[in-house]
């Protein structure tokens, strides 16, 4: 069964530090996704991507985070300069169809990257 | 937003016996899933679940949406149900998915 993956599984990194935590989606889906979940709170949508952009981004989506899909393959989750509060799990999904609407929209999940901001 | 509300919060079961949870929702939704997050972190795909009911083994959920809840049942748990479970929905006026605050499970031998 298809599933998507995530890269690396646990990530420490030191504060100020650049990270880029990569994904690989189900090969036919074409909207992406990108959450986080700080240690014992809710999972927080972050970011989705459509067609080479980003087509939502949430209030924590700020500028020191950007999405790329450099290839046909990977979907990338760049911070620039991590922070403390950074350190979360990352989670990114990635779906068939959009989430507006009605068409069948089920999310796939990878199994995160566990981002330890030092 | 929408509001998203699970419960109950922490749940205490007997290994063996049969649990309900319950997600609320606020507004009109296109899309609602169930998670199990497992004691790694990851985030288990139970159910895709807009509207009406499915079943997979010892688990099934229901989705009203007319009422705007969704329940999932467990029964005959086992330990290795453990965890939070998380219901996510998509509002129909919006296109990015809501978490609940989940369920603790924890099952006992």
């Known amino acids: 069964e298809p599933e998507v993956t995530q890269t690396p599984s646990h990530q420490v990194t030191q504060m100020g530090q650049e990270v880029i935590l990569r994904c690989v989606p189900i090969?036919?889906?074409?909207?992406f996704y990108w959450y986080r979940q700080i240690l014992g709170q809710k999972v927080e949508f972050l970011v989705s991507?459509?067609?080479?952009?980003?087509?939502?981004k949430s209030e924590i989506f700020d500028d020191q985070f950007s999405v790329e899909r450099p290839d046909g393959s990977n979907f990338t989750l760049k911070i620039r300069s991590t922070k403390l509060e950074d350190s979360a799990m990352y989670f990114c999904?990635?779906?068939?169809f959009g989430m507006g609407g009605s068409s069948y929209n089920e999310q796939f999940f990878g199994p995160g990257t566990r981002l330890t901001v030092l | 937003g929408i509001q998203v509300e699970q419960s109950p919060p922490d749940l205490i079961l007997q290994e063996g016996a049969n649990s309900t949870l319950r997600c609320n929702f606020s507004?009109?939704?296109?899309?609602l899933q169930w998670f199990h997050q497992n004691p790694w972190g990851q985030l288990i795909n139970l159910f895709y679940?807009?509207?009406g009911t499915k079943q997979n083994g010892r688990l099934s959920a229901t989705t009203v949406a007319t009422e705007r809840y969704s329940l999932l049942y467990i029964s005959s748990s086992q330990t290795t149900d453990s965890g939070v479970y998380f219901c996510?929905?998509?509002?129909?006026?919006?296109?990015?998915?809501?978490f609940g605050t989940g369920t603790s499970l924890t099952v006992i031998p």
């Open positions: 999904a990635s779906s068939e």
């Open positions: 090969s036919n889906h074409l909207y």
């Open positions: 991507f459509y067609n080479n952009e980003i087509s939502e």
């Open positions: 507004d009109s939704v296109n899309n």
């Open positions: 679940i807009p509207s």
């Open positions: 996510a929905v998509v509002p129909n006026t919006g296109n990015q998915f809501y």
